[in-house]
Nanobody, 118 residues
């Protein structure tokens, strides 16, 4: 059974920092690109950051310079380090694993809530 388990979400003040973790099991982790998506209330889910098998990264413009995605293949874990958080970052954050060969090899975590508020 494939499992992606997110952790690290919570309540943080604007300008604060948070690190999300996603631990994967049941897949050959090093064969998958990993990503973080988020969904705010009333809005569609959007890609936030992605990291390839080789470690290349992509970020949407709104988080560039503030968020860093990284992976530890030995621990089958992907991270999202978030700094200078804004209220607009409030959302449920989802971990994604994508083998890149079709939808049968795409997996999602349950999500972790990030709330940025004073």
């Amino acid at each position: 059974q494939v499992q992606l388990v997110e952790s690290g979400g919570g309540l943080v003040q604007p300008g604060g920092s948070l690190r999300l973790s996603c631990a994967a099991s049941g897949i050959m982790f090093n064969l998958y690109a990993m990503g973080w998506y988020r969904q705010a209330p009333g809005k569609q889910r959007e890609l936030v950051a992605r990291i390839t098998r080789a470690g290349s990264t992509f970020y949407i413009d709104s988080v560039k310079g503030r968020f860093t995605i990284s992976r530890d293949n030995a621990e089958s874990t992907v991270y999202l380090q978030m700094h200078s958080l804004l209220p607009e970052d409030t959302a449920v954050y989802y971990c994604n694993a994508d083998r890149g060969v079709g939808p049968s090899y795409v997996y999602w975590g349950q999500g972790t809530q990030v709330t940025v508020s004073s």
